[in-house]
């Protein structure tokens, strides 16, 4: 299947050929996420946008608290019966509902003192009910998701987890705009209607492409508290991580101005997208770690976490690069008020590609039966990056709060890698990622240089030799043969 003699390498061409479906899905979200902002922006303006995130990252916050339950169906799904397969889906289903109506509960019953704590405003109480009654469907995605991927059905799980919920913030932001509204929650009354839609559709696929139904949820009983037990360890996981990775926008809503909190949005928006290759690789992979895990093959494994992590760095520091240089120019493109918070969007994209480089490290401890001392080291992660999100917050406004971002990223991937490691000897790094990430410094330093110096047009013919010169040296030099031959797959 490869040009390589090492039959391990075939894991790494099915990696790579079915991320690709991921990475298209990834890259149309983030297209859509930004034609959202832009449409917002241009018609409401820069503080609306504000006030949009508030409800656009709370509703992402509120869908990552079932992770855990998810990668419950990812760990157990692969190895039972359909019959069990359909009573896990049951049971989870329950789990997946029982959060939103506890969620909608709290949101709803203390509606008030979240305007008055946040940078929403009294108008916008009714916009807050809304959203806690129509996150129901929202959540329901997510279980769809998770269950599409476990059963690896990778294409109609991206097109559910990266496409739905973009189209409808997007055609929630368009129904707006055509009807002539300024209203906030008119925008996000057409985004649920639309989930809804997709929610009806994602469904039919599951019955059509899947034997996949609802089961008895009596039956399968040790199966089902093996899958329990389970989620239970990685839901307290994935919360603390939330508090980690997502409390960021907490403070976001807490401590900024609309303006500010519209900018730190859009730089999560645009920042992500150094992410891409990771992402695709992540889409895939849990299930074969499960798998490979569940088998001893542990070498194999640790194999596939440096190429895949090593991949990911090569390939998206280009896209790091173009980011952090252009980064008062990409703000700029969606409103001009939102240019001055160009070094809160480079502290994002230095702290995506800082999570690149460590690779899929969180979903490995989960996918390796480490879950339950991942618990532990989450607690000591997240008692760090609390008091730094709110401190630098606090003191230093925007900035503090990107720089806070980054930090407790770092501390989270460090921690967690460390604890792999010490459980099962893996580690990402490799010396062609030391190599990708200096020539980057050295692009980027050279573009930025340039701009300040000659102008525009100079510094993008800079940039355009600079990243075509590294793309021929990556090619060459940081891929290696199975590296090539995985990525030539894809090629016709």
């Known amino acids: 299947m490869t040009d390589s003699s090492d039959p391990d390498d075939d894991y790494l061409t099915e990696i790579v050929r079915k991320s690709s479906v991921g990475i298209a899905a990834f890259t149309a979200e983030r297209i859509i996420l930004a034609g959202v902002a832009y449409v917002i922006t241009a018609t409401l303006g820069a503080a609306s946008y504000g006030f949009f995130a508030v409800f656009t990252r709370g509703e992402v916050i509120s869908r990552n ?138 469904v039919l696929m599951l019955k059509r492409y899947t034997e996949m139904g609802f089961g008895s949820v009596r039956s399968h009983r040790p199966v089902v508290r093996r899958f329990l037990r389970y989620s239970a360890d990685t839901t307290g996981v994935a919360v603390l991580e939330l508090i980690q990775r997502r409390a960021v926008f907490a403070v976001m809503a807490l401590y900024l101005s609309p303006i500010a909190a519209g900018a730190f949005s859009l730089s999560i928006v645009i920042g992500l997208v150094v992410r891409w290759p990771l992402s695709g690789v992540n889409s895939i992979l849990p299930p074969i770690a499960a798998a490979l895990y569940e088998d001893d093959q542990t070498r194999t494994l640790q194999r596939l976490y440096q190429q895949t992590s090593r991949i990911a760095t090569v390939a998206t520091t280009p896209v790091f690069v173009l980011g952090y240089a252009y980064a008062p120019d990409l703000l700029a493109v969606f409103n001009q008020a939102y240019a001055q918070q160009a070094t809160v969007l480079r502290l994002v994209l230095t702290a995506q590609y800082g999570a690149t480089i460590f690779g899929s490290v969180g979903l490995l401890l989960l996918m390796t039966d480490n879950e339950r001392v991942s618990l532990r080291v989450q607690i000591i992660n997240a008692v760090i990056a609390l008091p730094l999100l709110v401190g630098l917050t606090v003191r230093f406004g925007p900035l503090g709060l990107g720089a806070a971002y980054l930090l407790s990223l770092l501390v989270n991937n460090t921690t967690e890698l460390f604890l792999l490691y010490a459980c099962d000897g893996f580690m990402p790094f490799s010396r062609e990622q030391a190599a990708a990430v200096g020539l980057g410094v050295l692009l980027v330093s050279g573009i930025i240089f340039s701009r300040s110096t000659t102008g525009v047009v100079v510094s993008g013919i800079v940039a355009a030799l600079g990243v075509g010169s590294y793309t021929l040296i990556g090619w060459q030099a940081l891929f290696r043969p199975p590296d090539r031959a995985a990525i030539k797959a894809l090629l016709p």
């Open 65 to 202: 608290l079932v992770a855990g339950i998810g990668d419950g169906y990812t760990r157990t799904i692969p190895q039972v019966s359909t019959s069990a397969r359909r009573t896990i889906l049951s049971v989870g289903t329950i789990g997946f509902v029982i959060v939103w109506v506890v969620v909608a509960t709290v949101v709803v019953i203390s509606r008030g003192t979240l305007v008055d704590a946040t940078l929403l405003q009294p108008r916008h109480e009714s916009v807050v009910v809304l959203f806690a009654v129509g996150l129901l469907p929202f959540v329901l995605l997510r279980n769809l998701r998770d269950m599409f991927r476990a059963l690896r059905r990778i294409k109609i799980a991206m097109l559910v987890s990266r496409i739905s919920v973009p189209l409808a913030l997007l055609a929630g932001a368009v129904f707006v705009v055509l009807a002539g509204g300024q209203s906030l929650f008119v925008v996000w009354a057409g985004v649920v209607v639309v989930v809804i839609s997709l929610l009806t559709a994602g």
